[in-house]
């Protein structure tokens, strides 16, 4: 029985470099984005709904109940997993073996200070991961006024109460 033509391997070849050329060229005019065509915003501007990593001044709002509920909702999302509703450092992330952080109520004087705390949240701290890509800076603001609130309703000193409360029965 008569056997087809065995194509040669130069031709093979031949089809396969048109292909290829063809290929290259389809790529270079399909739709794609162009990273240098236009900006949405100028340079150094932060896009909308978007959080500026590394930032650190941003206006300190004042407490309000507002801000404080916001902080609470916050709170429990991104941080009782570790630190505990209570702020006691056993949630459940460290209940399945992260190292415990410390009590934020036995927080130093220093370790309570709005300002600290900001940059806690941003940036991290020790095994602490910071947030700064997921908390924006008001929301930040928001759990350290809660986190503060947290602190003082467990662990209070006789100095931040007025005369009148300490005078109250
Ligand atoms: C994955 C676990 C984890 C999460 C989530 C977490 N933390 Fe922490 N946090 C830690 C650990 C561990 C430390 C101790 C870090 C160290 O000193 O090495 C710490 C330390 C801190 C400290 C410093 C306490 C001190 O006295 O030095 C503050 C304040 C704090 N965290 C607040 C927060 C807040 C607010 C959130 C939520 C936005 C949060 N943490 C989320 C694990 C976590």
Redesign the pocket.
């Known amino acids: 029985m008569k056997q087809p033509p065995r194509p040669r391997p130069a031709f093979v070849l031949a089809i396969a470099a048109v292909l290829l050329v063809a290929g290259c060229d389809d790529m270079t005019k399909q739709r794609k984005q162009n990273p240098y065509a236009s900006r949405a915003t100028a340079p150094g501007e932060v896009p909308g709904g978007t959080v500026q990593y590394g930032e650190t001044a941003s206006p300190v709002p004042p407490v309000t109940m507002a801000l404080l509920e916001r902080g609470r909702t916050?709170?429990h999302v991104?941080?009782a997993?570790?630190?505990a509703e209570t702020g006691d450092g056993h949630?459940m992330?460290?209940q399945r073996g992260?190292?415990?952080?410390?009590p934020?109520a036995?927080?130093?004087p220093a370790?309570s200070r709005p300002q600290?705390?900001y940059d806690?949240?941003t940036g991290g701290?020790?095994?602490?991961?910071g947030?700064a890509q997921r908390?924006e800076p008001g929301d930040r603001w928001a759990?350290?006024a809660y986190?503060h609130a947290l602190q003082r309703s467990q662990h209070m000193v006789l100095a931040d109460l007025t005369p009148e409360q300490r005078a109250a029965p």
Request: charged residues 5%; proline residues 9%.
């Open positions: 916050e709170y991104f941080c997993s570790c630190h949630g992330i460290v992260f190292p415990a952080p410390p934020l036995m927080s130093s370790a600290f705390l806690v949240v701290r020790g095994m602490m991961y947030f908390i759990v350290v986190v």
